[in-house]
């Protein structure tokens, strides 16, 4: 059985940072592209960020110079280092393995004062 369990969400002032984990099992980890996506309220889910297995990471335009995703494949985690948060990034952020193939619950992570 797949699983992608997301961790590390939570409240954050604007400025501040927070670091998203998700642990995978019930795959080869290592043969997976990876991703991050996010849904604000109200509004459809979108790609934050994506890390192919070969390292090649991409972002959103609006993320870009602020988040950074990275892998442990020894872990069989993938992570979302976010920094410099906007109330606008506030959104249920979820893991997502093998390009919609694979998704976790979320985490919520509200940026606000």
């Known amino acids: 059985q797949v699983q992608l369990v997301e961790s590390g969400g939570g409240l954050v002032q604007p400025g501040g940072s927070l670091r998203l984990s998700c642990v995978a099992s019930?795959?080869?980890?290592?043969?997976?592209?990876m991703a991050w996506y996010r849904q604000p309220p109200g509004h459809e889910r979108e790609l934050v960020a994506a890390l192919t297995r070969g390292g090649s990471t991409s972002y959103a335009d609006s993320v870009k110079g602020r988040f950074t995703i990275s892998r442990d494949n020894a872990k069989a985690t993938v992570y979302l280092q976010m920094n410099s948060l906007k109330p606008e990034d506030t959104a249920v952020y979820f893991c997502n393995a093998g390009v919609g193939r694979y998704w976790g619950k979320g985490t919520l992570v509200t940026v606000s004062s």
């Open positions: 019930g795959i080869v980890f290592t043969y997976y592209n």
